[in-house]
């Protein structure tokens, strides 16, 4: 198992170490950066105050330890507000924890997923490998789609667009902090910033992306890209398969699926496939005739009408 054993020898690099933390940075006047009761540190010096040496200080502790310690942060350190401080840390060692590497066996294959021995897993992340690498190729042809949409293009949107988006990305970051172990407000102080500096910071990016998506989505329809229940039938048969012969699970994702957000999620997965193949299409020549198309469309929509 690769899952952090409590060790009983000292920290060593690549140990995960739960620390007791807080930073003083030397300013004008003193102020506390960040204090966290418990906070896991992985002891990798180009993770955790990069270019420091914060990581050098850990090594060697053990469970109950505590050190305080100086340094000063590098003149080019990523984060404008910590570049050039000196910082005072006083940290209490709560917990020192080891990885072991699990041996490459056939035992390990079947925990893995599907497998029955090494080579079969061997094979298995292969073919993801691939499936990722084919799966990113289309993103950046839909990337590179949008920015030859947007050279010409001029956008027309209502401010409230870009404060949602903003909005988004403030929630998302927020979750990321959270998982690691943050405090909003502690994490907030490590960098610094008041929440209305972060949305601020957002602002260029969240504009860039509300750009992108009107422009794929004017794509959508000016390509008479639609989604049907079949579309939608097929979608949710693929993706409730993968729970096996679990019926219960089965149909209640089925239902998340056809409702709400589950719909809206894979709708929206549908409509990027087919921008994806769409664009191959077009890409290759073979782009169909959209008066056709749509003609096509008309006739299947009236005979839908005349069965019902």
């Known amino acids: 198992s690769d899952e952090p054993e409590t060790a009983d020898t000292e920290s060593t690099e690549t140990d995960e170490t739960e620390a007791d933390v807080q930073e003083i940075v030397e300013e004008a006047m003193n102020r506390v950066i960040f204090s966290e009761d418990r906070v896991d540190l992985i002891a990798d010096g180009e993770k955790v105050f990069p270019g420091t040496p914060f990581v050098d200080n850990l090594v060697g502790l053990n469970t109950g330890d505590e050190k305080e310690f100086t340094f000063t942060f590098p003149e080019d350190y990523d984060d404008e507000e910590l570049a050039g401080k000196e910082a005072e840390f ?17 035992e390990l294959a079947k925990e893995e997923g599907d497998y029955e021995t090494v080579e079969e897993l061997r094979v298995g ?12 190729a289309k993103n950046q042809m839909i990337e590179d789609m949008i ?24 929630e998302s970051f927020k979750s990321q902090a959270q998982r690691t ?8 102080k490590l960098q610094g910033k008041q929440e209305s500096d972060m949305r601020e910071d957002f602002r260029d990016s969240a504009t860039e992306r509300l750009k992108r998506q009107l422009a794929l989505r004017q794509f959508v329809l000016e390509e008479k ?30 239902n998340y699926y056809r409702s709400g957000y589950g719909f809206d999620m894979i709708s929206s997965e549908i409509l990027m496939e087919k921008a994806q193949d769409r664009i191959k299409a077009i890409l290759s020549g073979n782009a169909p005739d959209l008066d056709a198309l749509e003609d096509e469309t008309d006739v299947s929509e009236s005979a839908t009408d005349e069965e019902e």
């Not at 172990?181 to 907030?188: A, I, P, R, T, V």
């Open 90 to 106: 006083k940290i209490e060692i709560l917990n020192v924890q080891s990885r072991e590497v699990p041996e490459l066996d056939n």
């Open 125 to 136: 992340l292969k073919e993801q490998l691939q499936t990722q690498a084919e799966s990113e």
């Open 147 to 170: 920015d030859e949409l947007l050279k010409d293009a001029e956008m027309v949107y209502p401010p409230a667009a870009v404060e949602s988006e903003i909005d988004t990305m403030m």
């Open 181 to 188: 172990g943050w405090e909003w407000e502690d994490f907030l």
């Open 225 to 254: 890209l639609t989604v049907n229940a079949e579309d939608v039938d097929g979608y949710i048969e693929e993706r409730v398969a993968a729970f096996g012969d679990n019926k219960e699970l089965q149909e209640s994702m089925g």
